[in-house]
C-alpha cells in the first residue's frame, strides 16, 4: 500500500481531530520536545557557521565545504553520507544520507539545499544577531536554516529512541537555486529516491500569512519561452504593404499582447522579462542579455522575447503551451515567428495525499498546542525542488523555519521557528516511522 492510500484512508479520522485542552504527545514525543529545546542553542551556532561559508550555487568549492560541514552531523545520527559530484551538469553535488530502520516502516525522503543565490561577489555577507529572534545572513532561512531544523528534529528523535525504527533518504542539492544542465542528470538522484519513498517532506521555508504558519501542499511550475519574430527588412515607407508586411516587431507585440489578453486563468502566471528587436536582434550566450541595432526609417527583420509562465499542473502546462504555440503561429502579413519552451521545474499539484498529510500534521500542531495550519494559496509560493518527485510521492512543502528577504540582502531567520518546525518534525516523522506502508 501507497501512502497515498494509506494517507486517504487515515484522513476522515484526522478530520475530526479537535484542539484538545491539554496536549496529548506520547512519553516519546514529551522527550523529542525536550531535546529540541535543549539543542536550541548548539544548532543556531552550527546555523552561524555554515552561512559565514559562501555557497552560492556557481562557488562550487563552497558548496562542497557546507556539505563537508554538515555530514559528520548525519554520521552522529546513524546516515551513510555519500557525495555525490554533479561536474557533468556543472555543479558541485549533492549529499544523499540514507538510514534503515523497521522493515516496512514508511519510507521517508527528506529535501533540502545546500546552495543560496548569493555567489562570492555579493556584497551581502556574514552574519548579524539583529535580536534574541532574529539572524541576518545570505541563505540563513534559505536553505541553511531549513538543513539544521532536519537535523534538530533527526537528532531530537534519537535522543527519544524512534530514529532507530525511522527508514529515510535525505537529498541536499548543491543546485537547487540554478539547476544545472542537464535536468535529468542534475534531478536523477531526486528523482530516483523520490521513486522509492511513500512520503516526501521538503525542508524549505515555513509559509506564514497574516503572522500565522501555514500548510503548503503545492508548488506551481517554472517554465521558460522564447519566441523568435522576423519580418521582412524594407524602407519604412512602405510597411504594411502586401509586398513589405508589418515588420518583426509588430508580430511580436501582436504575440505578447494576445498573450496578456488570452492566456489568464486561475494559478497561471506568466511574465515577458527580456525583449529586443530591429534590424539586427540577438541574445548572448546566457540568454539574460540582448543586442539589437535598427533605424526609424527601416523595417525591423528580427525581434526576440524572452519569458516564463508558472502552472499547478502538467495538464495546465501543456493546455497553456499549446495556447501560446496557437497564438504564436497566427502571423501577420509578410511575417513568421516561432516559440520554443524550456521546462525548469515540474509543478506539485495540491493532492488528497497531500491533504491528508497536512491534516495529519494539523493533529500534531493540536498536540503541540499549536494553531491549526491552513492551506497554503500555491500562488504564495516558487519552485522547489519536490516538485520533480510530485508525480511519485505524497508530499508537504516549508518544513523548514521562518524568515524574511529570502533571495535578498537582509535575508533573516525567526530563530524560534526552528525549535517549533523541529518539533512538528520529529513527530510526524516518528508517528510516520511507526507505520506499516
Same mark, same amino acid.
Given at each position: 500500500?501507497?501512502?497515498?492510500?494509506?494517507?486517504?484512508?487515515?484522513?476522515?479520522?484526522?478530520?475530526?481531530?479537535?484542539?484538545?485542552?491539554?496536549?496529548?504527545?506520547?512519553?516519546?514525543?514529551?522527550?523529542?520536545?525536550?531535546?529540541?529545546?535543549?539543542?536550541?542553542?548548539?544548532?543556531?551556532?552550527?546555523?552561524?557557521? &555554515?552561512?559565514?561559508?559562501?555557497?552560492?550555487?556557481?562557488?562550487?568549492?563552497?558548496?562542497?565545504?557546507?556539505?563537508?560541514?554538515?555530514?559528520?552531523?548525519?554520521?552522529?545520527?546513524?546516515?551513510?553520507?555519500?557525495?555525490?559530484?554533479?561536474?557533468?551538469?556543472?555543479?558541485?553535488?549533492?549529499?544523499?544520507?540514507?538510514?534503515?530502520?523497521?522493515?516496512?516502516?514508511?519510507?521517508?525522503?527528506?529535501?533540502?539545499?545546500?546552495?543560496?543565490?548569493?555567489?562570492?561577489?555579493?556584497?551581502?555577507?556574514?552574519?548579524?544577531?539583529?535580536?534574541?529572534?532574529?539572524?541576518?545572513?545570505?541563505? &540563513?532561512?534559505?536553505?541553511?536554516?531549513?538543513?539544521?531544523?532536519?537535523?534538530?528534529?533527526?537528532?531530537?528523535?534519537?535522543?527519544?529512541?524512534?530514529?532507530?525504527?525511522?527508514?529515510?533518504?535525505?537529498?541536499?542539492?548543491?543546485?537547487?537555486?540554478?539547476?544545472?544542465?542537464? &535536468?535529468?542528470?542534475?534531478?536523477?538522484?531526486?528523482?530516483?529516491?523520490?521513486?522509492?519513498?511513500?512520503?516526501?517532506?521538503?525542508?524549505?521555508?515555513?509559509?506564514?500569512?497574516?503572522?500565522?504558519?501555514?500548510?503548503? &501542499?503545492?508548488?506551481?511550475?517554472?517554465?521558460?519561452?522564447?519566441?523568435?519574430?522576423?519580418?521582412?527588412?524594407?524602407?519604412?515607407?512602405?510597411?504594411?504593404?502586401?509586398?513589405?508586411?508589418?515588420?518583426?516587431?509588430?508580430?511580436?507585440?501582436?504575440?505578447?499582447?494576445?498573450?496578456?489578453?488570452?492566456?489568464?486563468?486561475?494559478?497561471?502566471?506568466?511574465?515577458?522579462?527580456?525583449?529586443?528587436?530591429?534590424?539586427?536582434?540577438?541574445?548572448?550566450?546566457?540568454?539574460?542579455?540582448?543586442?539589437?541595432?535598427?533605424?526609424?526609417?527601416?523595417?525591423?527583420?528580427?525581434?526576440?522575447?524572452?519569458?516564463?509562465?508558472?502552472?499547478?499542473?502538467?495538464?495546465?502546462?501543456?493546455?497553456?503551451?499549446?495556447?501560446?504555440?496557437?497564438?504564436? %503561429?497566427?502571423?501577420?502579413?509578410?511575417?513568421?515567428?516561432?516559440?520554443?519552451?524550456?521546462?525548469?521545474?515540474?509543478?506539485?499539484?495540491?493532492?488528497?495525499?497531500?491533504?491528508?498529510?497536512?491534516?495529519?500534521?494539523?493533529?500534531?500542531?493540536?498536540?503541540?498546542?499549536?494553531?491549526?495550519?491552513?492551506?497554503?494559496?500555491?500562488?504564495?509560493?516558487?519552485?522547489?525542488?519536490?516538485?520533480?518527485? %510530485?508525480?511519485?510521492?505524497?508530499?508537504?512543502?516549508?518544513?523548514?523555519?521562518?524568515?524574511?528577504?529570502?533571495?535578498?540582502?537582509?535575508?533573516?531567520?525567526?530563530?524560534?521557528?526552528?525549535?517549533?518546525?523541529?518539533?512538528?518534525?520529529?513527530?510526524?516523522?516518528?508517528?510516520?516511522?511507526?507505520?506499516?506502508?
Amino acid at each position: 500500500m501507497t501512502l497515498r492510500h494509506f494517507a486517504l484512508a487515515l484522513s476522515a479520522a484526522a478530520i475530526a481531530i479537535a484542539t484538545p485542552a491539554v496536549a496529548k504527545l506520547t512519553s516519546q514525543e514529551t522527550r523529542m520536545v525536550a531535546a529540541v529545546n535543549k539543542g536550541q542553542d548548539r544548532w543556531v551556532n552550527v546555523l552561524e557557521a &555554515i552561512t559565514l561559508q559562501n555557497s552560492g550555487t556557481r562557488n562550487l568549492e563552497g558548496v562542497k565545504r557546507v556539505a563537508d560541514m554538515v555530514t559528520p552531523e548525519f554520521e552522529k545520527l546513524g546516515f551513510a553520507v555519500e557525495w555525490v559530484d554533479q561536474s557533468a551538469a556543472k555543479r558541485a553535488g549533492h549529499i544523499i544520507a540514507t538510514r534503515t530502520g523497521r522493515p516496512g516502516s514508511t519510507k521517508m525522503l527528506l529535501i533540502g539545499h545546500l546552495d543560496t543565490v548569493f555567489e562570492p561577489d555579493s556584497p551581502f555577507q556574514g552574519v548579524k544577531r539583529l535580536s534574541d529572534t532574529v539572524m541576518e545572513g545570505p541563505g &540563513i532561512e534559505d536553505n541553511k536554516g531549513g538543513v539544521i531544523v532536519m537535523l534538530a528534529a533527526l537528532e531530537a528523535m534519537q535522543a527519544a529512541g524512534t530514529l532507530s525504527a525511522a527508514t529515510i533518504t535525505i537529498v541536499l542539492t548543491g543546485d537547487e537555486e540554478d539547476v544545472g544542465e542537464p &535536468i535529468d542528470v542534475a534531478r536523477a538522484d531526486l528523482v530516483k529516491w523520490g521513486q522509492w519513498a511513500d512520503v516526501a517532506l521538503d525542508f524549505e521555508g515555513l509559509s506564514r500569512q497574516d503572522g500565522k504558519d501555514m500548510g503548503a &501542499i503545492a508548488r506551481r511550475s517554472s517554465n521558460s519561452w522564447q519566441i523568435s519574430a522576423t519580418g521582412k527588412e524594407g524602407h519604412s515607407s512602405g510597411i504594411f504593404s502586401a509586398s513589405a508586411g508589418h515588420g518583426a516587431i509588430y508580430e511580436l507585440s501582436r504575440i505578447i499582447t494576445r498573450f496578456h489578453a488570452e492566456l489568464p486563468e486561475d494559478k497561471l502566471t506568466f511574465n515577458v522579462g527580456l525583449i529586443a528587436g530591429g534590424a539586427v536582434a540577438e541574445l548572448d550566450a546566457d540568454l539574460v542579455r540582448a543586442q539589437a541595432t535598427g533605424k526609424t526609417n527601416i523595417i525591423p527583420a528580427t525581434a526576440v522575447a524572452r519569458g516564463d509562465f508558472r502552472t499547478l499542473s502538467d495538464e495546465q502546462t501543456e493546455r497553456v503551451k499549446a495556447k501560446m504555440q496557437a497564438i504564436v %503561429a497566427d502571423h501577420l502579413p509578410g511575417t513568421g515567428a516561432e516559440i520554443l519552451f524550456e521546462q525548469g521545474y515540474p509543478p506539485m499539484a495540491p493532492t488528497e495525499g497531500n491533504r491528508a498529510l497536512l491534516r495529519r500534521l494539523n493533529a500534531i500542531n493540536a498536540d503541540l498546542g499549536l494553531e491549526a495550519m491552513a492551506e497554503l494559496d500555491p500562488l504564495k509560493r516558487g519552485a522547489g525542488d519536490i516538485s520533480f518527485v %510530485a508525480r511519485y510521492v505524497d508530499g508537504l512543502v516549508g518544513m523548514g523555519p521562518a524568515g524574511e528577504g529570502a533571495h535578498a540582502p537582509g535575508e533573516t531567520i525567526d530563530l524560534p521557528s526552528i525549535t517549533r518546525q523541529a518539533k512538528r518534525a520529529a513527530i510526524l516523522m516518528s508517528r510516520l516511522a511507526m507505520e506499516k506502508r
